[in-house]
């Protein structure tokens, strides 16, 4: 058992290396991990320098991405600012396009309340001429009345005048007759 576990040692510590990354380095003590790098370096030397990681990359590369994330960043903001200004443009626009509309109609409702206050005026004019008009008509057809009463007084007094001058001539032939039956009375 001796020979087994001292053959288990001398493989631990022939390929000991090859464990360090399953080894949880957290818990590891610090002067372990010293140890294991003092042994690391007198075994590998100078490729260990190779074996570590380069980090220069890796900041060269956070660099990078901070950089486009300000970058990004600054495009998101310009953006922004551009929507506000376009917003902005737009709103003006808008309302210029509205005080236009608004003048325009304005402009509109004023032509219209002229043209329906001067249609206003002519349909009072019109009634006025036509009120005028039935006043003259009836001025006219009183003074036709007049006229035609005039003309019928006129014929009426001539009818008047005929009848009394038949009714003369009657009277006078029946003044006649009276006499001659008179005188045929006293003749006889």
Same mark, same amino acid.
């Given at each position: ?11 631990q ?70 929507n ?11 309302? #210029?396009?509205? &005080?236009?509309?608004? =003048?325009? *109609? +304005? ?5 219209? %309340?002229k043209?329906? $206050? ?29 006229? #035609?009463?005039? &003309?019928?007084?006129? =014929?009426? *007094? +001539? ?5 009394? %001058?038949?009714?003369? $001539? ?19």
């Amino acid at each position: 058992m001796t020979n087994n576990l001292k053959g288990t040692q001398e493989l631990q510590r022939k390929y000991e290396h090859l464990l360090d990354k399953y080894v949880d380095n957290a818990h590891a003590e610090y002067s372990i991990k010293q140890e294991r790098e003092e042994e690391a370096r007198n075994r590998y030397g100078h490729l260990l320098d190779y074996a570590k990681p380069d980090y220069k990359i890796y900041k060269d590369i956070i660099g990078i991405d901070d950089v486009c994330r300000r970058m990004r960043q600054q495009r998101a903001d310009d953006y922004e600012q551009a929507n506000i200004r376009m917003q902005e443009r737009i709103e003006n626009e808008r309302r #210029e396009q509205q &005080e236009r509309i608004d =003048r325009n *109609n +304005a402009f509109v409702n004023s032509y219209l %309340e002229k043209k329906e $206050a001067e249609r206003k005026a002519a349909e009072e004019k019109r009634k006025e001429a036509e009120q005028e008009q039935k006043i003259l008509n009836s001025i006219h057809r009183m003074i036709d009345v007049k006229d #035609e009463a005039s &003309e019928m007084v006129a =014929r009426t *007094n +001539a009818m008047l005048k005929i009848n009394n %001058e038949r009714r003369k $001539a009657h009277e006078e032939k029946m003044e006649w007759y009276e006499k001659q039956q008179n005188y045929m009375k006293k003749r006889q």
